[in-house]
């Protein structure tokens, strides 16, 4: 079965710090891979997505997520993080139609 | 705002009553999705439809779940009997066909939260 695992529950940083949230995932095919963010009261928004092609993928808000295949993992990076960062945070993995979600990381930045 | 609504926000019932959700996707968007989310958990699959057929069902859509997309469009998500474990969000998506949806991935609206007392 298809599953998705992320690392860290919970991450609180200081403005400024550098992010690193790890996720892994088990399937054996190709797969599209996902970083979502969902800011409080707020619904699911895109933040990167790998189909192929280069394994550094950036998105907004200077995001960046890198797929290394050989470990399964597509971790999401932020040189810098900003209190308006703070949110949760959901990897996915979709084989075909439907997503896969990890549990989510809650990342908590204090100014 | 073309986004992906949902309605209502929030319902709370008692157990045993019936609720249903609504969902209007993007008018362009021919897939359209359900997922549950539960606190301190990522969504979860429940079903999809594309255009009016629902394609698949998740294990986790027991007998007491019925969705319908009856004219391709807009999309009803009914609990029956419900009980304290239904309390969840759940998310509505939609997207197009997996070559146009490749570039844009999904939408998710801001889901229904659902209470059950």
């Known amino acids: 079965a298809q599953s998705v695992s992320q690392h860290n529950h919970h991450v609180i940083l200081s403005e400024a710090a550098s992010l690193e949230l790890g996720c892994n995932y088990s399937?054996?095919?190709?797969?599209?891979l996902f970083w979502y963010v969902q800011y409080p009261g707020q619904h699911l928004q895109l933040l990167l997505k790998?189909?192929?092609?280069?394994?550094l993928v950036k998105g907004i808000k200077g995001f960046e997520a890198e797929f290394i295949k050989s470990k399964f993992s597509f971790n999401l990076r932020k040189p810098s993080v900003q209190w308006s960062d703070t949110a949760e945070y959901f990897c996915?993995?979709?084989?075909?139609?439907?997503?896969?979600f990890g549990t989510g990381t809650s990342l908590t930045v204090i100014p | 705002d073309t986004g992906v609504s949902q309605d209502p926000r929030h319902k709370i019932t008692k157990r045993g009553q019936n609720v249903t959700f609504r969902c209007d996707p993007i008018?362009?968007?021919?897939?359209l999705y359900w997922y549950r989310q539960t606190l301190g958990q990522g969504p979860e699959f429940l079903t999809y439809?594309?255009?009016?057929?629902?394609?698949?069902k998740s294990r986790l859509l027991s007998d007491r779940f019925s969705a319908e997309r009856p004219k391709g469009s807009f999309s009803t998500l009914e609990i029956q009997r419900t009980e304290q474990g239904d309390s969840a969000m759940y998310l509505c998506?939609?997207?197009?066909?997996?070559?146009?949806?490749?570039?844009?991935?999904?939408?998710f609206g801001s889901g229904t939260r659902l209470t059950v007392v």
């Open positions: 998506a939609s997207s197009r066909l997996a070559g146009g949806d490749r570039n844009y991935g999904y939408t």
């Open positions: 399937y054996g095919g190709t797969v599209n």
């Open positions: 790998y189909f192929s092609g280069d394994p």
């Open positions: 996915a993995v979709r084989p075909v139609n439907q997503f896969y």
């Open positions: 008018s362009e968007h021919n897939r």
């Open positions: 439809f594309q255009n009016e057929a629902q394609l698949e």
